[in-house]
């Protein structure tokens, strides 16, 4: 009898073990061999996939070691698995000829997996003003969306639980950008499509871009036939006096062609390093003009050993 008792608590003890086994694996995310076609991307993807050097050197690296990095994707109600993160990893299996990819299935609401898709794309190199635009507002919608309606998943997803006002501020804290910033790069979005291809081409810089996305519509279609007789894109000064116009209701083409057949005024280059970047290289003593001799007497040296490395 007690040897029965003994075995059948010892067959209790591996009941429990196993069941406890099989909850942390059911909580383990697992990697599935997912054929290409049941891929689809997400919609809307504000991220554009090149052949470029960087995917070459993509497709070279999976057709020697395969993907190292599953992809994370969620099913679709039309059926197959949408594309949260992997949409190069997809291209380059595509180009290196494989069936398959790794990938692993997480079931995500609308707002999380836009999160995710972001967060997952935002730190690469070479991400386009447009690219970055679009990406930043449909994060900064997701957020703002989550933060009307929190929840534990909601908060686990973006890290807290976001009011409307410090969702902008959420955005550039994980992205590693100023609030600012990232309130100019949404303001691309205001902009046409073809003034946004200027400015991702580098014809219309970042800060006059700015400040046309506040021309109407109608008004940036007339600007870019006034670039186009001009040849010629707006300055800063020459944005702003565009914007100021339109605000006041007084831009039309006469005023826009006086305004862009103006000529350019020089830009300032002013260069300004706030005091607390190099305050811990100098004596806390020192004041603003003591350290600004220091740096120009450094910078006299420095030159001086470039004139006589070029001689030499």
Excluded at 292 to 299: A, G, H, P, T, Y
Aim: charged content about 30%.
């Amino acid at each position: 009898m007690k040897s029965s008792a003994k075995n059948i608590s010892l067959n209790s003890y591996d009941d429990i073990f196993s069941t406890e086994e099989t909850r942390e694996d059911e909580k383990r995310e697992k990697v599935t061999d997912m054929p290409l076609s049941e891929l689809h991307p997400f919609p809307d993807h504000p991220f554009q996939v090149w052949d470029d050097d960087s995917m070459k050197e993509t497709v070279e690296s999976i057709k020697e070691y395969g993907v190292l990095v599953p992809a994370i994707v969620r099913p679709r109600a039309d059926g197959g698995y949408e594309l949260i993160s992997g949409h190069r990893r997809k291209h380059a299996c595509e180009l290196a000829g494989l069936p398959t990819m790794p990938v692993i299935v997480r079931d995500l609401d609308d707002d999380a997996a836009t999160i995710i898709m972001v967060d997952s794309n935002i730190q690469r190199e070479n991400i386009l003003p447009s690219e970055r635009a679009k990406a930043y507002k449909m994060k900064l919608d997701a957020i703002r969306r989550q933060a009307g309606r929190p929840s534990k998943e909601n908060c686990a997803q973006v890290g807290h639980n976001f009011d409307g006002k410090r969702s902008v501020q959420v955005v550039a804290d994980q992205a590693g950008e100023s609030k600012t910033q990232v309130q100019r790069y949404i303001r691309l979005n205001e902009l046409t499509p073809q003034l946004q291809q200027m400015v991702d081409d580098k014809k219309i810089a970042m800060t006059p871009a700015v400040e046309l996305s506040y021309l109407k519509p109608e008004e940036q279609t007339l600007l870019l036939d006034t670039i186009e007789s001009e040849q010629a894109t707006p300055s800063l000064s020459q944005a702003q006096r565009l914007k100021n116009f339109s605000q006041e209701g007084h831009l039309n083409e006469d005023s826009m062609l006086a305004i862009m057949s103006e000529e350019k005024k020089p830009e300032k280059n002013d260069l300004t390093i706030k005091a607390d970047k190099l305050q811990k290289y100098f004596p806390k003593s020192y004041t603003p003009q003591q350290m600004e001799q220091v740096i120009i007497r450094l910078l006299d040296g420095w030159q001086k050993k470039r004139q006589r490395d070029q001689e030499r």
